[in-house]
């Protein structure tokens, strides 16, 4: 199950390594203004956040993908110490994503399904 649980978790970091891209390389891009629903007013008012937001998917990614490196490699404790915290985060963001706008739904489920699941399998496997 950890090989399953570590699979999801790199995947959620993939999926936040995307994010990333978006926030803060492509943010005026008219296709990232499309994936976010902001005019080209809002994109340039808001690139310097997006620019910063962009960052905390990237080390969030970088955090989940070297607890998976390091639970393969070398330590299975660090490692999932490190995907767990990872991964909690992810969650919990897309959790406040929604919470705080019911519109962001489908962009709060890409963000913390996949993470809900490695969290998921992690627990499973840390059961046997």
């Known amino acids: 199950m950890l090989v399953v649980a570590l699979v999801f978790a790199i995947l959620a970091a993939l999926t936040h390594v995307y994010i990333f891209v978006l926030e803060s390389l492509l943010w005026t891009a008219p296709k990232t203004r499309a994936v976010f629903g902001t005019s080209e007013d809002e994109a340039r008012a808001t690139r ?44 919990l963001a897309g959790l406040v994503l929604v919470l705080s706008d019911r519109t962001k739904l489908r962009s709060a489920l890409v963000q913390l399904v996949t993470p809900a699941v490695a969290l998921v399998a992690l627990g499973v496997d840390a059961l046997h």
């Open 48 to 91: 310097q956040l997006a620019f910063n937001q962009g960052f905390y998917n990237l080390f969030l990614a970088v955090l989940v993908a070297l607890g998976a490196v390091v639970a393969l490699a070398a330590d299975d404790t660090v490692g999932r110490t490190l995907v767990v915290a990872g991964t909690s985060c992810m969650v």
